[in-house]
């Protein structure tokens, strides 16, 4: 097996859209479902949506949002 180094010496010779493609084809291999993730992603949600519905969490609109990361 290569090593990381070596892989990558033989990768940069390629051309962009081909190391687009490899790039595309590592991302996608990284995105796989994770049981336990999604687990814990809907207990949370449901406990925010709890929380907003009785009144211990308030919504705040988009536009709020993204005007503390507006450049000014």
């Known amino acids: 097996m290569k090593t990381k180094d070596e892989l990558l010496r ?3 010779i390629l051309s962009p859209k081909e190391k687009a493609i490899i790039i595309e084809e ?3 291999s990284l ?3 994770d049981e336990e993730i999604d687990k814990l ?5 449901e406990a925010r949506i709890k929380a ?5 969490m308030k919504s705040v609109s988009v536009e709020e949002v ?3 990361y ?3």
Do not use: R, V
Request: charged share 40%; glycine share 4%.
């Open 10 to 12: 033989e990768l940069m």
């Open 26 to 28: 590592l991302i996608k």
């Open 31 to 33: 995105d796989e479902p």
């Open 41 to 45: 992603w809907m207990q949370e949600s």
């Open 52 to 56: 907003y519905e009785e009144g211990h």
């Open 66 to 68: 993204f005007s503390k």
């Open 70 to 72: 507006k450049k000014t």
